[in-house]
């Protein structure tokens, strides 16, 4: 068979229509350009695909039931690796991780790796199968996961598997963390996806008790000392909004994204006043920073009715750090990006609200220590963009209320939580870390690797302590 | 799900509820607030907590039915459940013996959150000296309660209905005037009120602590919402505060802030009361 240069393209709404509804962006394959998709597979004698995966999922193996139209085994080899794979399909940055090292992509496009992953996910959480409770030992012992996140929901999810009794304590009233409450709608779907993904852990066994704030309702030592538990997993992931400390942030219509995002994603804002929080949009948005989550308060905002919307970056086009297929998204949905600029002050007018957005143009220099071009101001070059509203979306730190209330878990002095790397070992014995509270600010699927690895390293300490 | 156990129409429009929430009663401390919310479709708001019974598992939160949000929850009767109900969140008030003369001052229902602080620094064995003003008599809460627990209680209200007439700053003012020695004063209110006893204190040099309630989400840290600029730096209401240095918070912008949602109330407000009770 002559190879086929090109991956299957996955049918989306058309830009015009989508940018103003909530509704998925990619509607998925169907099973004929699924097993189309499978049949690229070259199934390599020595398949590089699974080393860029975080949770080591059996690429060539699941790939090739999709080949033999067995989708059911397919899924059953993914969720022996990933518990979230309907999210991780649509999430992933694929081009940076299994896809990269995909053979084809050196002449061509690699296989799909992502969109198959999606189509045996959705294809399984369409058949509504009951999921079959796990029968746990009556002396099985206790896990404490905090944080319903990515890094929480797979580390409990392995633990649950793995016969221990795993609650999961959440602060908001929700579960799924930056799946419900950061990564929009048309993204990543809440209640046919997020929720589902959720509900089948619990079915599966594991408890979820939201608006229980650790830290505040009950210590990690409580946790340990007087409700019975024999092991911490904290997964409480980054969350504290970075603000620019520009003059002006205070101003009305300026918005971390995260309080922008959570708005719309997790209050359901879009259905105001159906839903009773509301959110403010003006006609025209700029949008700071130049990652996914910039991508999604850019999109978000034409959604909500904006007319003009601007992602503001200091730095070139290459060095985005958005997935290049949510860059190509926004650019079709018509957001406006200017880059090398730098935002210096918001300029409010007499009624405290924001009038415009004063930027700096910039060029790149010498390399920084990241490796990419440093931004530099050209003297001189301020000008106004005509903006009503600002959203910072330049990053977050981590949270310290576990922290700063469990002591002898050592943190650096950014806030993280010092975990090591293999097993997500904290200083307190016991007590795990993983994902963004652990590395700062970073993917799903890297959390869900932490978590997985942690929940390993959980069993082992809880073996050993029997 | 968490249930209302007690119900009562203080004054026109001003709640007094008691839900039941075990755990958030075993770890609430004076000074703290809660979120709640009231149904499915509800958005999270943030009550300060007017007191916490330990053995019955219940907080005590006073409202007044203004918005949309606080008016669906004044709806709600005893025997009801409302989703939402996490805390204790925020810091909870400096307290400790020995820190002298103590003058606590509520503004309307701003009485019903210094009440805790009241109480606790009266506990430690302050000297506490209460202020309690209203628009007129009719609508002052939780006379019984501050008398209780205080040392002294001054009342103040706009009309003279009762005490006197005058505001807040008034009474604070015969305080001084008559040559009582203030080592702290703790102020929670509206904000041109805790504004005004700041600007009064400032010169004397009185340290102020004012509780805020600006806008937010989530109440843990996560949106910003309730930035608040306290001296030359930015601090998150939720979890820096809520209380800060009074002599050191911008009520300018704190005030305009609280307006940036105020057309969309407007709306939710005419919203809840065509539909009732059916969102």
């Not at chain 1, 990543?188 to 979820?208: A, F, S, Y």
């Not at chain 2, 907080?59 to 989703?83: C, H, P, W, Y």
């Not at chain 2, 103590?102 to 009440?115: D, L, Q, W």
């Not at chain 2, 606790?120 to 627990?149: C, P, Q, T, W, Y």
């Amino acid at each position: 068979m002559a190879l086929i240069l090109e991956k299957h393209k996955m049918p989306e709404q058309d830009p015009k229509l989508r940018a103003r509804n909530f509704q998925e962006v990619a509607l998925g394959y169907d099973e004929e350009t699924a097993v189309a998709e499978a049949n690229r597979c070259l199934t390599c004698k020595n398949p590089q695909c699974r080393t860029g995966c975080p949770v080591d999922i059996n690429i060539p193996a699941f790939i090739s039931k999709i080949k033999e139209r067995d989708f059911d085994s397919a899924i059953g080899i993914i969720k022996e690796s990933s518990s979230l794979p309907a999210v991780c399909g649509r999430v992933c940055p694929q081009e940076n991780q299994c896809e990269k090292h995909c053979v084809l992509a050196h002449k061509g496009d690699a296989v799909a790796i992502g969109r198959l992953e999606r189509f045996v996910a959705d294809y399984q959480l369409d058949k509504n199968e009951e999921v079959k409770p796990i029968e746990f030992a009556p002396d099985a012992q206790k896990v404490a996961v905090i944080g319903a996140g990515p890094a929480g929901l797979t580390c409990a999810g392995d633990l649950a598997r793995k016969g221990y009794r795993v609650t999961i304590f959440e602060a908001l009233h929700v579960a799924g963390g930056v799946l419900s409450y950061g990564i929009p709608e048309f993204r990543l779907p809440k209640d046919k996806i997020v929720k589902r993904e959720i509900d089948n852990l619990q079915k599966m066994g594991v408890t979820i008790e939201v608006n229980s704030i650790v830290g505040r309702l009950f210590t990690v030592d409580e946790l340990m000392d007087e409700m019975g538990f024999d092991a911490v997993f904290v997964g409480t992931g980054a969350g504290l909004p970075h603000f620019m400390n520009i003059p002006g942030e205070s101003l009305n219509g300026v918005y971390s994204s995260n309080e922008f995002l959570t708005r719309c994603n997790l209050m359901k804002a879009y259905d105001f006043p159906n839903h009773a929080t509301p959110i403010k949009i003006g006609r025209k948005v700029a949008v700071v920073g130049g990652g996914n989550v910039a991508m999604d308060a850019a999109r978000t905002s034409l959604r909500l009715g904006a007319e003009k919307v601007y992602i503001v970056y200091r730095r070139s086009e290459a060095e985005l750090p958005a997935r290049a297929e949510e860059v190509h998204h926004a650019k079709e949905e018509g957001i406006d990006f200017k880059l090398l600029n730098n935002p210096v002050e918001i300029l409010g007018d007499e009624n405290g609200w924001v009038k415009s957005l004063k930027c700096i143009r910039m060029e790149l220099g010498e390399p920084d220590a990241s490796g990419r071009r440093r931004p530099v101001a050209i003297e001189g070059s301020e000008f106004e963009l005509d903006v009503d509203t600002v959203i910072m979306a330049i990053g977050n730190g981590p949270n310290p209320i576990v922290a700063s209330t469990t002591p002898g878990m050592d943190t650096n002095k950014r806030g993280n939580i010092i975990a090591d790397e293999e097993t997500g070992a904290t200083t307190k014995e016991g007590v795990f870390a993983g994902g963004d509270i652990v590395t700062g600010a970073a993917t799903v699927i890297l959390a869900m690797g932490a978590g997985k690895k942690a929940a390993a390293a959980i069993d082992e300490y809880l073996k050993s302590k029997k | 799900m968490f249930k209302i156990v007690y119900k009562k129409e203080l004054s026109p429009g001003i709640f007094h509820m008691d839900i039941e929430a075990p755990r958030v009663a075993k770890k609430a401390k004076a000074g703290q607030f809660i979120v709640l919310r009231v149904d499915e479709k509800g958005e999270r708001i943030p009550l300060t907590i007017a007191d916490f019974d330990r053995d019955n598992g219940t907080i005590t939160l006073i409202f007044q039915a203004v918005g949309a949000s606080t008016m669906e929850l004044s709806k709600r009767n005893v025997g009801d459940s409302i989703v939402d109900f996490v805390g204790p969140l925020g810091q909870p008030s400096e307290i400790s013996a020995g820190m002298g003369t103590i003058v606590c001052i509520g503004g309307g229902i701003g009485v019903a959150p210094v009440y805790p602080i009241a109480r606790a620094m009266h506990e430690a064995g302050n000297k506490v000296i209460s202020i309690m003003g209203a628009r007129s008599k009719d609508i002052l809460i939780f006379e019984d309660r501050m008398r209780a627990i205080s040392d002294e209680v001054l009342i103040a209200t706009d009309d003279g209905s009762y005490g006197i007439k005058g505001f807040v700053t008034t009474a604070l003012q015969q305080l001084v005037d008559r040559g009582e020695k203030i080592d702290q004063v703790t102020a929670i209110g509206p904000g041109i009120m805790m504004k005004s006893v700041c600007d009064a204190t400032r010169p004397l040099g009185i340290k102020t602590i004012v509780s805020l309630n600006p806008i937010m989400v989530d109440g843990t840290g996560m949106c910003g919402g309730c930035r608040v600029q306290v001296g030359d730096e930015m601090k998150f209401a939720c979890v820096d505060g809520p209380e800060f240095d009074g002599h050191l918070v911008d009520f300018g912008n704190l005030m305009s802030r609280g307006r940036m949602f105020r057309e969309e109330e407007a709306k939710a407000k005419d919203h809840v009361c065509n539909i009732g009770l059916g969102r």
